[in-house]
């Protein structure tokens, strides 16, 4: 029987980045990008996503919210909008197009029903381009999954989407995808809602999607859309920690119990440095279209990283980890497969792990750092967790847990003996240290002495980065030198990788 | 007005036969038989008895075996329809499954074997009664060692993967033999590699490193510098490696795994292009290996049997599986006095019939013919992949703008974003077009890959028609994409679901789980 | 060269065609394409091989010439065994398998190979009903492979190193088995009585680091195990299994290991409808119950039926294709490779035209004509049966009482076109009778055995009496 997913617009997702404001986080920012004459074009890559949906599953019901925020692109796409949430916002409602019924209603389809995209120029003037000086360097992507949108973001460079978590919902904030571009011949874009919606929209939707039986989350926008909705999914399912007394079985086929309905990001946004995001909109609409009719797909465990977008504007960049989600994950039926591979991520990371733990020595402090694949670490060694912050472990005992910088230092003063950090690689952009682990720090990976790191990450996260190379970056120039070169990443038991590492700096 | 007929499109209409055959249980009909078998004789019968009843109870089998019963023809009909039912190399320009070098395989070689002279010797027969069948592998492991440049050579093995099993359990034993089994517990491999030689590698117990490719594309010399060592068994590499790409600095991998006191294993399934060119010894390699059912055109045969050659230096020579033939003037014998033999690897002297379509096979070309294998080879894969890369969303990473050997690994990366179809999905639709398409090894370390490898045995109109049906498909993905997502149309079935193949509750291996899953 | 080489082989290899294709891809010369070889690593001279025969005619001439010195087991007498079989193979079976389209085919996918996931799917499924057992993998690379392969299941399953051996191996299967499994499992073996397995001895044997208790029926010897149940029994107790290898030949009448406790069964096709091949056509199955413990270890593939968009049709696609491992032990996990499918095919064709009927008689045939010779050679005096054992197909004769070497009794007897078995002993000789030896055959040995017996002990007199 076919599954139902849930789709979620952030309409104003991007709208930032094309006006060369570095994100669009925020009231102001929207304000400023929108007058700027960027147009968001969350709807549209929306469309792009669900007429490959369409194509597959002619007909398909797919939970949404109201007007931008996903009826409209539903509708357009021929399919059949069932609206779950309408944004609380005060002047959300249709000013053309389609109007929104009430919750729970059937959305009405519009007349249009493209099948075909044309172009994605928007009718607006886009003033502005990405920075593209380090695209190619940083892009792209996992199997399927991008940490990058089409207009790719640098590490350097983030672009900001416009989402905002920080945004208020102050009435200021407009955003607005202008009607079907008659110039592109088959060109149907959503017939737009003129909608104002804010980060607590964002969850608000998330979590009335899952609870009225979504079981994927498509979502359109960038980092920020990823993080509130994770948020949401976080507070709707059983957090959190892993009962570390169950016995550990890597090869556990189903994603991670924390976040069981997983997410897809349909990469709008161009500040994507979460592993969520699919490569395109018509590859997270294939993606989609195949998670409905197979309930065999694989999940896989993903970080949702985001930046504050004004420390980007600041000239900083300082992502956090702010939750694991799980996202669909094919790596395709090969043929002549030569070797007995893990039936799935979720599998792969367990191998990994028991490949890291065989390797563990008696009397070494490890400072295991956050991430789903030192939280298996730590399931199969039976010791407690925390999932987004860096616990300490010597001899199969914890010895602190989420372990501040300045913790981490007095740990390592008063231990005798050989200390390593255990990090797996954060995000899509292939961060080993300066993402997410900002507790190991420079001074930290100071006190533990010449080869610091133990890295353990799976296969895929590895082959993921296409040549480009693992990332250190702890602020420290001279340390950030010493640590480039190559390293060995333990993928499984009994395999590693030796790959290599150079400094963002 | 009948003629002339009108032109043919230019992809072909294809349709693969469909005979919607029933499973052969359900052809069943009590007390038919497809084949009489030899009956005890009255003499034997009353100087034995009753041979079944006097079984011991517990070994008396309590029901016959519920196997379908069945007149000889119809026996042979539903196996020749399911025959049809392929797309055989014989049948399609089968340039689609690279790595495997699909290239003809004479019809002479299969009627050659077709021989009582063959078909009917027994391995232990007497060795004056085989000189003809033991002269002609020697002769052959001759001819094996002169390609390959190396000292000795086994054609024991049964397949390219065991062959490389042969070779890592002789490294295992070359090291035990020096005492330094067990302080050498790495072998160092590329991801481009054959993923066999991981895989081998580790069922021998190894750990294993596997290293990436170079910001151009190539092995990476770095790497491996920075990881070879005293624990190193034995680097096993590909060259060139499946994505076409051969390695320039392969000897200097060479001298760095002997400087350490490791071993060079050389995986030489890729030969096909460089047959006559360059050659193991060359690059200073202690053992290597081809496949013949690759390079040397032995049918691949519905997955087998192929069968390998290994080839090593002196110094691995007392590690060979015995027994070796051995020749004394024109007399050959078997000599299974190997004391350092790793043993045995498979059940006597390798899969004989292949031997001899090997043998026969580089006979009928000889040095100056092999060459030409290898230059053609190339000169087709250069071809075809200026055809390929001319379409639009088709590209081939790594060693941008660089000729490749014999095959190249491409990537529909573009295609996939710019239309959600895959590389899965295009594989389907070309075989519409009675071609068959394959994608990559795990993992796809290429997004979207696919593999093209089309050998000397393919006429240069073939491997336009294959670039045209590509270029028919990548195009159906942008324009009609639903034609391709529904795929296949014209073969033997239709989209076959797979919901159930990983369900052991739903899964059916034979046909009695079927019948017990479902229908008791 | 005077003229351009174009060969049958090679199309391409016409002049004019080259120099479009060059053209096409903008290279001057072939050599272009080489550019990544450095020139101290290519071959400076043609590879020195012997005189082409680019003549299909000459060809044929050279290969025949080769192989016609052969003398085969249609011209002699043979009652070897020891691993290959010389049963008969029905001419359906290889006009079934020499058919170019399953000859040729390879790895394409279930849709466009139909015919060929068909095929072993069916063989599969004929090889179950054959053992009781529910899942049969596609053949690996022959029996030896086969049960190195299900004792490291054993290993990987349960974790455990202890393998006990219970039955008699063939040397060359036991020396494959070691060479394979010796990273992850130890071997202990223990010696047979009478032929079989020695059950108390192996059951005190059995620990809790026990991965298997390895069975081998019909064993090198020929002998065909009665306490199946009793070792699988022990073998369970510690949480073991229990494999047996064997040679399905004789299940139209015998029980199959499966009814009797079995975990794993495995061996070899070749007596499926594959001549002898100088042993060269081999194919190893593995049996187990639709248990995923035991399926997730298999490295081989499984093809499983499944339905397609058509209502009534057949679909086929890789059962667990990527095996998750529920294994205790990741270590020496398999591969999976080119190895014997067209064996398949040919047994599974087989098993389809004999039928339980034929399965059934087969199996008559092969225990009245061993007993027979058996019987017969025993009668002989100074010819020994080496146990009282069931024997199915091959048994061991011992002249140690008639002082005749075993080595003399096949040189001997080859003199006269009989090949009479394998010597596995200064006095012992492994005899094996197929369906193919009849009464008169094996008449003619046990005359031509007598006749060097007799000699001998007239010899032997003689000495005694100097």
């Known amino acids: ?505 | 007005m009948s003629l002339p007929v009108a032109p043919k499109p230019a992809v072909r209409r294809f349709h693969q036969a469909s005979w919607d055959e029933k499973i052969i249980f359900e052809l069943s009909t009590p007390g038919e038989r497809g084949v009489l078998v030899s009956r005890p004789e009255p003499g034997v019968r009353s100087a034995v008895g009753d041979v079944v009843a006097n079984l011991p109870v517990s070994l008396r089998r309590k029901k016959k075996a519920a196997l379908p019963e069945m007149a000889q023809m119809r026996v042979l009909r539903h196996y020749l329809r399911l025959s049809q039912q392929n797309l055989g190399a014989d049948l399609n320009i089968d340039v689609g499954q690279g790595t495997c070098t699909m290239k003809y395989s004479p019809k002479v070689n299969d009627a050659l074997i077709r021989t009582t002279k063959l078909v009917d010797l027994h391995p232990l027969q007497n060795e004056a009664d085989v000189q003809g069948i033991l002269d002609l592998i020697w002769r052959l492991e001759r001819m094996i060692a002169e390609i390959s440049g190396m000292h000795a050579v086994s054609l024991h093995t049964s397949g390219g993967s065991t062959a490389i099993w042969m070779n890592i359990s002789m490294i295992r034993a070359y090291h035990a033999s020096r005492g330094e089994a067990d302080q050498r517990d790495e072998v160092i491999t590329t991801i481009f590699s054959h993923p066999s030689n991981a895989a081998t590698a580790k069922a021998a117990g190894y750990k294993v490193i596997t290293l990436h490719p170079d910001a151009d594309g190539y092995p990476d010399a770095d790497a491996l510098r920075a990881v070879i060592g005293p624990r190193t068994a034995a680097i096993m590499i590909t060259n060139p490696e499946d994505t076409g790409i051969f390695n320039p600095r392969v000897k200097e991998w060479v001298d760095l795994a002997h400087s350490v006191g490791a071993l060079a294993s050389y995986d030489q399934a890729n030969a096909n292009g460089i047959l006559g060119i360059t050659r193991a010894r060359e690059a200073g390699f202690d053992v290597c290996h081809f496949n013949l059912h690759k390079t040397f055109s032995t049918p691949h045969a519905c997955g087998g049997p192929g069968a390998g050659a290994s080839a090593v230096s002196e110094a691995l020579e007392p590690f060979l599986p015995g027994p070796v033939i051995v020749r004394d003037g024109d007399r050959f014998s078997l000599n299974r006095d190997r004391p350092q033999s790793i043993g045995k690897v498979a059940p006597f002297y390798g899969v004989v019939p292949n031997l001899v379509r090997a043998y026969s096979w580089i006979m009928a070309l000889g040095a100056e013919g092999l060459r030409e294998v290898a230059e053609i080879a190339v000169l087709n894969n250069n071809y075809l992949m200026k055809r390929v890369l001319e379409i639009p969303g088709a590209t081939a990473p790594y060693a941008e703008g660089r000729r490749r050997i014999e095959q190249v690994r491409y990537s529909w990366e573009e295609l996939h974003a710019d239309t959600g179809i895959t590389t899965e999905q295009i594989g389907v639709r070309m075989s519409d077009y009675g071609m068959h398409y394959w994608t990559s090894h795990h993992p796809y370390v290429v997004p979207e890959p696919f593999t093209l490898e089309p050998t000397e045995a393919y006429s240069k109109d073939e491997l336009d028609e294959y670039a045209d049906a590509l270029t028919q498909v990548a195009r159906e993905a942008r324009e009609n994409p639903e034609i391709v997502r529904t795929a296949p149309h014209n073969q033997t079935v239709h989209r076959t679901h797979e919901d159930t193949l990983d369900d052991p509750e739903k899964w059916a291996i034979t046909w009695r789980a079927y019948q017990r899953k479902y229908f008791s | 060269m005077t003229q351009p080489f174009v060969h049958p082989y090679i199309p391409n290899s016409a002049p004019e065609t080259k120099a479009a294709m060059l053209k096409a891809v903008g290279a001057d010369s072939i050599d272009e394409f080489y550019v990544d070889i450095p020139a101290d690593l290519r071959m400076n001279r043609p590879l020195d091989l012997p005189e082409a025969l680019v003549a299909e005619q000459d060809l044929v001439s050279h290969v025949q010439a080769l192989l016609s010195s052969n003398v085969s087991t249609k011209e002699n007498l043979s009652f070897l065994g020891a691993g290959t079989y010389n049963h008969f193979v029905p001419t359906v079976v290889d006009e079934v398998i020499n058919r170019s389209e399953f000859l040729t085919a390879y790895a394409g996918e279930p849709y466009e190979d139909h015919g060929r996931f068909q095929a072993l799917f069916q063989y599969q499924s004929l090889m179950g009903e054959l053992l009781n057992m529910d899942v049969v993998n596609v053949p690996t690379y022959d029996g030896f492979q086969a049960t190195a392969t299900s004792l490291s299941m054993a290993g990987r399953m349960s974790g455990r190193r202890g393998v006990i051996v219970a039955s008699d191996v063939m040397p060359d299967k036991l020396s494959r088995v070691q060479d394979f499994v010796s990273p992850n499992l130890d071997l202990v073996f223990v010696p047979t009585v009478n032929g079989t397995a020695d059950v108390a001895a192996v059951a005190a044997l059995v620990t809790d680091q026990t991965a298997a208790i390895w069975l081998e029926t019909p064993s090198f010897t020929g002998a065909v195990e009665t306490a199946i149940q009793e070792l699988a029994d022990a073998a369970h107790a510690a949480g073991a299994v229990l494999v047996v290898g064997t040679d399905p030949v004789g299940y139209g009448v015998i029980t199959p290991p499966a009814d009797q406790g079995a975990d794993i069964v495995c061996g070899d096709i070749q007596s499926f409808g594959l001549h002898q091949w100088f042993g060269g056509a081999h194919g190893g199955f593995i049996a187990v119950h639709d248990d995923p413990k035991f399926i997730m270890e298999m490295p081989s593939r499984l093809f499983g039926l499944e339905s397609t968009d058509v209502p009534g049709e057949y679909g086929f696609g890789d059962v667990a294709y990527d095996r998750t491992s529920f294994a205790l032990r990741e270590e020496g996990k398999e591969w999976v490779g080119t190895a014997a499918a067209l064996w398949g095919i040919a047994a599974g064709v087989y098993l389809a035209l004999m039928g339980p009927e034929g399965m059934a008689e087969l199996g008559e045939t092969l225990l009245a004509r061993t007993q027979y010779a058996q019987q017969e050679l025993a009668a002989l005096p100074g010819v020994e049966l080496t146990d009282s054992a069931l024997h199915l197909r091959e048994f061991v004769v011992d002249f140690s009482s008639s002082s005749v070497s075993a080595h003399s009794v096949v040189e001997t007897l080859r003199g006269q076109g009989i090949e009479p078995g394998v010597v596995i002993g200064e006095y012992e000789l492994l005899v094996c009778v197929t369906e193919m030896n009849s009464q008169t055959d094996i008449d003619r040995l046990v005359t031509a055995i007598a006749a060097v017996t007799a000699n001998a002990a007239v010899t032997n007199t003689q000495e005694k009496n100097a």
């Open chain 1, 1 to 505: 029987m076919d599954r139902v997913i849930g789709l979620l617009v952030n309409p104003v997702a991007g709208v930032g980045g094309p006006a060369g404001l570095k994100g669009s986080d925020g009231a102001a920012v929207q304000a400023a990008a929108l007058a700027r004459g960027a147009t968001a074009r969350a709807g549209e890559r929306a469309l792009r996503a669900l007429e490959v949906i369409a194509a597959e599953h002619p007909g398909a019901t797919v939970l949404t919210a109201a007007g931008s925020m996903g009826a409209d692109a539903v509708a357009a796409a021929g399919l059949s909008a069932r609206v779950v949430y309408t944004p609380t916002s005060p002047t959300s409602g249709s000013s053309e197009g389609i109007r929104i019924e009430a919750a729970g209603a059937e959305a009405t389809r519009t007349e249009t029903m493209g099948a075909h995209t044309g172009g994605t120029e928007t009718t607006g003037t886009v003033t502005a381009r990405p920075d593209t000086t380090c695209t190619k360097g940083m892009g792209i992507d996992v199997i399927g999954f991008s940490a990058t949108g089409a207009d790719t973001a640098g590490a350097d460079t983030a672009e900001a989407d416009t989402d905002g978590a920080d945004a208020q919902g102050a009435g200021a904030a407009r955003a607005e995808a202008t009607p079907a571009d008659s110039a592109g011949a088959h060109s149907v874009r959503p017939k737009a809602s003129r909608v104002e919606t804010t980060g607590a929209d964002t969850t608000g939707a998330a979590a009335a999607l899952v609870a009225a039986g979504a079981g994927l989350v498509l979502f359109v926008g960038g980092d920020g859309t990823a993080r509130d909705v994770a948020a949401a999914l976080a507070a709707t399912q059983t957090p959190s920690v892993r009962d570390s007394s169950a016995p550990a079985s890597p090869n556990r086929v189903e994603g991670h119990p924390q976040h069981p309905v997983p997410i897809l990001g349909v990469p709008a946004g161009v500040k994507m440095y979460s592993g969520c995001f699919a490569v395109s909109p018509a590859a997270a609409g294939a993606l989609a279209a195949r998670w409905i009719s197979d309930p065999t797909l694989p999940l896989a465990e993903r970080e949702v990283l985001d930046v504050d977008e004004e420390q980007i504007r600041e000239g900083r960049v300082d992502p956090k980890l702010y939750a694991l989600v799980n996202v669909p994950f094919v790596v395709g039926r090969t043929q002549s497969r030569k070797s007995a591979t893990a039936a799935s991520e979720t599998a792969a990371v367990g191998l990994a792990a028991r490949g890291v733990i065989d390797a563990m020595r008696p009397g070494t402090l490890y400072l295991l750092g956050p991430g789903g694949t030192c939280r298996e670490v730590a399931a199969q060694l039976g010791v407690p967790n925390t999932p987004l912050g860096v616990d300490a472990v010597q001899d199969g005992q914890i010895v602190k847990l989420d372990a501040s910088e300045g913790e981490l230092l007095e740990l390592l003063s008063a231990h005798e003996g050989e200390a390593k950090a255990m990090v797996t690689v954060i995000g899509g952009q292939g961060f080993l240290l300066g993402r997410g682990n900002q507790q190991i720090s420079a001074r930290v990976l100071r006190a533990l002495g010449p080869d610091p790191l133990r890295v353990v990450a799976t296969e895929s996260k590895i082959t993921a980065l296409a040549g480009r190379p693992l990332l250190v970056d702890t602020g420290d120039a001279d340390l950030d030198r010493s640590l480039t070169g190559y390293i060995r990443v333990t993928t499984g038991v009994q395999s590693a990788v030796v790959y290599r590492v150079a400094a963002t700096s």
